[in-house]
Structure formats: structure tokens, C-alpha cells
């Protein structure tokens, strides 16, 4: 078993290869609102949100994320010597994720027919949202995927993929952009895109499994695993569903009570405080293998030093990433956004308090990576019930700022939750 040292050393080379993904999904991603807001505008954009959140919101309500599950039980089968079990464990998460995928697009195909006056703002039509939910089939077995390439600590093949799927979508948007193309021309950007990071995925995994020491991944069709895995599997799908609904519901419930131009005004500004977010969320998702390693291995002092050396790395990083948002957030605006997004700046302030607990994302994750999901499940519904109970409050009232007291209300309340279960595995590190 690694060291600390190495496991840091390990956290930090994975750390840096999610941090390349993400940047270049940055880079695609400012591509694609800079195009996408210029092509829609503020109307067109907002309705574009709220059908980017039914679809998120709707996949996540009915698949199930592998990733976790393969990060922390197939670490504690490679630990105990049977990698028979984790290339099982790999294939079940993959079977699973895919099927669900396939049954939420049949499901937003309902909604489409059912419930498009409250879901499709304007003249948008249906077949726009069943378009866009493809997305989700395409990139289902992803979470799973990139589980098994932190494993084999092959993270460089994530970024290959995202770069691929970057240049499809901007090659796409560029002609729309230059062809004055519509929502039908920016959705098929992403449908694309996910059909290449799909594939792309699904191929690095298979290739690169046996780098973990999960050789036959390919060879048996099994998917029998330990009852204990099929219910930390099965509670993340409650877990999953609350935080994804606390993470999408927000743009729904805000249409309902101002007009689409603010729907898009606070999406902007959203957008760009998760993207300052992402480099704390990669420092948990590197660390979350490696403290499942440490813990199922035994090594409580290796475990802690892991979890303090990485959350005051996360402070750091967070001083410095928010810190240059809020000071250039008016230059950033008009560069990202453009000048009809002037009003997302103060929204940006707004947005700040409840993203700075984002410096405990490491600690966050000690419930998953020790292998009880049942915390996380009740910090995602408290967020949940905290945003609704908000935006209900406030939004009337305050309109789109209030939605931005809601999403704090929700990452605030969530970790909240957590902090007394955190305490608790922090002190058992010590008796393993």
C-alpha cells in the first residue's frame, strides 16, 4: 500500500489531470455559452436552461452514477485481492447506468407531450427537449468510466476525450454562428459532443482496466456483487437524485415566478461560480479513491493527513479563484456573457457565500469514500427541502436574487448536515 506520501503524490497527479479535463471542458464551455447566448440571447438562453435542467433533473431522478461505487468497493475488492469481484462491480455499474438512461428518455419523452407548457418557455418546440435528452444516454456510463480510470490512475485518457468532444461542439457551433443557426443547431452541438465523449469513454475503460489490475473485464459477462455494494449502489440513487434535483430544480422553480431573461441572467451567473467550484470538486474526486484505499487498508493516521493536507489546499486554491472572480467579475461578465448579461455581475456577489464551503469538498466526501452512503443521502435531501422552503420564501419577494439565497441555502444546509458524521469518521480513523 502507498505511503503518505505516494498517496498524495497520487492525489495530486489525479488532481491535475481532472484539473486539464477541466479546463479543457472550460474551454468548451465558455465556447459554448459565448456562442450560445450570442445565437439566443437572454430569452432563448434562459429557455435553453430550463430545458437543460428538466433533462439533468429527469436522469438523475431515475439513473444511478456508477462512479462512486466503483471508486470505493472495487478499491476495497482490489485491496483484498479479488478482481474478479471489481471487474463484476464495473460491469453491473455499466449495465445499470445504461439501462435507466434509456428509460429517462422515454420518460422526458412524456413530459415533452404532457407537460410542455411548463417545461418549453415560447415557441420551443418538443422536439428540442427529446433531442437534448440524448445527451444524458449518451454520457450515462461516464461517472462509471472515469471511476475505473482513477483506479488505473489513466486520467489522461479523460482529457483526450473531452478534447475530442470539444472540438465537435465548437466546430458545430461555429457553423451555426456563422450560418445563423437556432436552438436546434446548439442542442445537436451537445448531442454530439456526448456522443463522442460516450464512445470515447467506453473504449478508454475497456482498454485501460487491466492498468488497475482488473484484467478480465471484457471476458465474463457477470455482474453478481456483494449485497453490501448493490445497497450503497441503490442508496446513491436516492442520494444522487436529491442533489442533482437541488442542482437543476433551481431554474425550473424560478420560471414559474420571473420571466425567462432572468432565468438566463441567473444561469450565467451560476455558471460561472461552478466553473471557479470545479477545481475544489477535482480535488475531492481525486482524494475520494485514495481515502477509500487508506481507510479499507487499515491506516487511520495516513487517512487524516490525507483529508487536512487537501483541505487546506482547497482554501487556497478557493481564496484565489473567488477572489479573482469577485474582483474582475464585471470584465468576465462581458467577456464570457456578453453585454446584454450585464445584470449576472451582481448575482456573481450573491452567489459567493454558499460557494465558499466548497473548500470542505474533501471532507464532504469521507462518508462515500469509507463506504456509507446513508449521510450523504440525508445532506442531498436536507439541500433539497432547504431550496424549495427558500425559493418559495424569497423568490416572490426578491425575484432572481432570491433564487441566488436559495442555491446558498442549499450547499450550506447540505454540508451542515454532514459535519457531525465527518467528526465521527475522523475520530474511528483513529481505532483502524
Known sequence: MRDSRSSSRLIAQQTVWLGATSGAQLVGGVAY???????????????????????????????IPGGDTVTTFASRSLVEGKPDEAAALIRFAMAASAALSLLALGCIGLVAMLASDIVLIGDTPASVLILYATVGVF????????????????????FLVCCADNVVRVAILGVA?????????VVSASVAGAAVNGAGMLIATALLAPRAGIMNLLDSPTIRIPRDVMRFHFTMLGRTTAGTLAHNVDSILLAQ???????GFYRGARHL???????????????????????????????????????VLSVIVALVGFGVLTWLREEIVMIVLGVDFAAVAPLILLLLP??????????????????RPLPALVSSVSGLFALVIAVWLLVPTYGVAGGAFARNAVLVVSFAVLVPVIAATLRESKRI
Open 257 to 263: 415566478f420571473v420571466g425567462a431573461a432572468d432565468v
Open 177 to 185: 454562428w456563422a450560418s445563423g443557426g437556432g436552438m436546434i443547431a
Open 33 to 63: 455559452v459565448v456562442v450560445a447566448t450570442r445565437v439566443l440571447g437572454a430569452e432563448g438562453f434562459g429557455a435553453l436552461a430550463v430545458i437543460m435542467a428538466t433533462c439533468g433533473l429527469i436522469h438523475s431522478i431515475i439513473a
Open 139 to 158: 454520457l450515462a456510463p461516464n461517472s462509471t468510466a472515469l471511476g475505473t480510470l482513477r483506479l488505473a490512475d489513466q486520467l489522461r485518457a479523460s
Open 273 to 311: 461560480v461552478d466553473l471557479c467550484r470545479q477545481p475544489l470538486n477535482l480535488i475531492g474526486v481525486a482524494a475520494q479513491p485514495v481515502l477509500s484505499r487508506l481507510w479499507f487498508d487499515g491506516q487511520g493516521r495516513r487517512f487524516r493527513e490525507t483529508v487536512a493536507r487537501f483541505t
Open 354 to 371: 454558499g460557494a465558499l464551503v466548497s473548500v470542505f469538498t474533501v471532507p464532504g466526501t469521507l462518508p462515500i469514500a469509507v463506504g
